[in-house]
């Protein structure tokens, strides 16, 4: 039976960690977050109000289209970050904050939800709980220049929305990963617990809660 499980989570989470390993354990095709240009970009950073609106609206189509192309695999694949989150988090986020027009955003909302009204969903999302200490850590580690912009609030910010998202997704089953506790990339005894627990769920077995040491 070949499957279609998501990742998501913040930023540095572990997202694409865990997609390469879960491919090459199981070997199934791995869809890393889109490299596509976005042609607003640029735009956008110089001017955040004025083209949040077109930009989100790209991504989102790209999202889509991929997310359409995944279902249409023969294979099992797992794919790092959703369309969910362009929405859910992203564009939220950006109103939120003042950089989208309520106009604008009311409009993506309503494409948004209209589409995915009409798209299946995966089979399993697999949510990447992480602190914003480890978050800010990880980030530190990995050392991207983009990414020193990042602060605290804004990651703060995100982690709720994430939670937000979370509470209230009912499309699919969804298992939730502690990551400052569950070190898959460098354990391979965590790393084969959360695929014996993604494989529970698949199969519509009852799964308990990572054991979190106190």
Known sequence: MKHFVVIAGNIAAGKTTLTR?????????PF??????????????????????????????????????LLARPNSVVQD???????????????????????????????????????????LVLYLR???????????QRGREFERAIDQDYLTQLNALYEDWIADFNLCPILTVPTDFVDFAHNQQHLNLVI???????????????????
């Open 32 to 69: 890393l977050e889109s490299v596509d240009e976005n042609p607003y970009l640029a735009d956008f950073y110089e001017d955040m109000r004025r083209w949040s609106f077109h930009s989100q609206i790209f991504f989102l189509s790209r999202r889509l289209a991929h997310h359409r192309q």
């Open 196 to 214: 014996s627990r993604m494989t529970d769920k698949l199969h519509g077995q009852e799964v308990v809660e990572f054991p979190i040491p106190s």
């Open 130 to 140: 992480a602190s914003v200490s480890e978050l800010q850590t990880r980030i530190a």
């Open 21 to 29: 390993l879960l491919s090459q354990e199981l070997g199934w095709e």
């Open 81 to 123: 970050r959703s369309v969910y989150e362009d929405a859910e988090i992203f564009a939220r986020n950006l109103r939120l904050q003042d950089k989208m027009e309520e106009r604008d955003y009311q409009a993506y909302r309503d494409l948004y939800q209209a589409v995915v009204s009409i798209l299946p969903p995966p089979d």
